[in-house]
């Protein structure tokens, strides 16, 4: 695959360009910037280590505390715009400036690609392009990037009980990086390919994303939840294991999901009172008499009873599912700080076939290599509306086929006091991923781009990258689609001023491919 000869002069203005030396890299940006924006305003919204503020300001949405230690690269500016304009500024100075740039939403990236970069960068932090307008005319929304799950769950509930919206399951989880992409354009005005490379093609590649427009879904005024728990002595093992095939054929109303890890009960016949615990976590769009019926059907070894049952409004299920007491305000969602942050390193990968029991129970005793919950076990069904979506119709090609998405992650001990406890964690995390590799897809073994893992291969901090090294991590990400999306890169941004070290690459010559 070839470049279009139009893009040969980009490419050599490119690199006749010179910028200012590392030492003054901040002032000239901050320069750039005050130059180009309303200089009273943007002051306001500009963080430098001079300012007392700057450590709450980059700590404030870092939700994994492997990458907010003392010796983690910092910014050497955070800016956080509250319009348009503002963020189209902080580009052109960025570019202008030859500082690397990162865009954060959420700050939910599991190796911290939003906040954390080995060369001098700043960081656009997007906490106040916020806002949530609903069309109940058009049974839409406009939700802006910097909003998180809990704030679109909330003020959706505020206009309709009628219509809900299926996103993450923790409410601080910022709704850019769920969406993931970017183009300050509109769908007319990028054309079709690059809307399609922004809905899956992952977050900082193509641009910055300031608003999405989604359908809303209708939702019943009651809907049922239930959180069971069921442990080795209570026959976990064999549940689970049925689980993994009946899970993606339930009625597209039901959804369970599982998680799994060890703790410490007085029922477990180890010496060390440990045993594994599955959570089994579900919503039913309907009454719980159907749900109650539908599983007695289809998955009776759980022996779910009337009052393991909870019928709530939509709402209230979103509470629910943000680990949160379940008749717990819904104004809860609206604190990006309450949930807990902890410092882990974490894997992900697809099945297609159920997990045997053996290889359920040699997993099992991996997990028993850790103290109690310190490693955790994430299963999400696929089935429903996943299995009506093609593999080429959007950048994630995982859907149709697919049993259930797997991620698994240890809590790390990142400080120098405990740093052999660290090395040990993060060679468990290796060894676990290893012992998957007979259960889960291959050629290529498939990964989740939300849940990034720089284990898999990363970018060249500097100059280019070439597509066979992209492709390590690429093709596990987007399989087939990853040709299209380096087409696409390649066509929107040449330059690869939108890059972490997973984003897509730009084709660096000619014979790339």
Not at 147 to 164: F, K, P
């Amino acid at each position: 695959m070839k470049l279009p000869t139009s893009f040969l002069p980009l490419l050599l203005l490119l690199s006749s360009f010179s910028f200012s030396s590392s030492a003054t890299k901040t002032d000239d940006f901050l320069n750039c910037l005050a130059k180009s924006s309303d200089s009273t305003t943007i002051s306001k919204l500009v963080y430098t280590p001079a300012n007392s503020t700057f450590d709450a300001a980059l700590t404030y949405s870092i939700n994994n505390l492997r990458f907010a230690q003392a010796s983690t690269p910092k910014p050497l500016v955070i800016v956080t715009p509250t319009t348009e304009s503002q963020v189209q500024n902080v580009i052109y100075c960025t570019k202008k400036t030859g500082l690397e740039m990162r865009i954060r939403s959420g700050g939910h990236s599991y190796e911290g690609f939003s906040y954390v970069s080995s060369l001098q960068f700043i960081v656009l932090d997007l906490r106040n392009i916020n806002n949530v307008t609903l069309d109940l005319s058009t049974k839409t929304a406009w939700v802006d990037s910097g909003a998180t799950t809990g704030e679109l769950y909330y003020y959706i509930s505020r206009a309709t009980s009628a219509y809900g919206f299926p996103s993450g399951l923790w409410s601080n989880v910022g709704v850019g990086g769920i969406l993931s992409g970017g183009g300050i354009l509109t769908r007319r005005t990028m054309g079709e390919d690059l809307f399609w490379a922004i809905r899956g093609g992952g977050g900082g590649s193509f641009g910055v994303v300031v608003s999405w427009r989604v359908n809303l879904v209708p939702v019943p005024p009651i809907v049922t939840v239930f959180r069971v728990f069921r442990t080795l002595e209570e026959d976990m093992t064999n549940i689970f294991y049925k689980w993994q095939s009946v899970a993606p054929v339930f009625p597209n109303e039901l959804d369970i999901r599982c998680n799994g890890q060890v703790i410490l009960s007085n029922s477990s016949t180890r010496s060390d009172k440990k045993t594994m615990q599955m959570n089994f976590e579900s919503l039913y769009l309907g009454p719980a008499s159907e749900v109650l019926a539908i599983m007695r059907e289809r998955l009776p070894e759980l022996g779910l009873v009337r009052e393991d049952l909870f019928e709530v409004s939509y709402i209230q299920a979103m509470v629910f599912f943000s680990q949160f007491p379940i008749q717990a305000p819904p104004e809860i969602l609206l604190d990006k700080t309450i949930s807990p942050r902890p410092a882990f390193k974490g894997s992900s990968d697809f099945f297609k076939e159920p997990m045997p029991i053996e290889g359920l129970l040699g997993l099992w005793d991996y997990m028993f290599q850790l103290p109690d919950n310190q490693a955790f076990l994430q299963y999400t069904p696929y089935g429903g509306r996943m299995n009506e979506i093609s593999a080429t119709a959007l950048p994630f090609l995982y859907r149709a086929g697919y049993l259930y998405m797997f991620n698994f992650y240890a809590v790390t001990c990142p400080s120098r006091e405990k740093f052999a406890e660290e090395t040990a964690r993060m060679d468990w995390v290796r060894t676990v991923d290893e012992y998957l590799t007979p259960y889960v897809t291959s050629n290529p073994r498939s990964a989740y781009v939300n849940y990034v893992n720089v284990w898999m291969g990363q970018n060249n901090p500097t100059g280019s990258t070439s597509y066979a090294q992209a492709s390590q991590w690429g093709k596990r990400y987007f399989g087939v689609n990853f040709d299209k999306l380096v087409v696409l890169k390649t066509l929107a941004d040449p330059f690869n001023l939108f890059r972490h070290e997973q984003s897509i690459p730009v084709f660096s010559s000619y014979s790339d491919m």
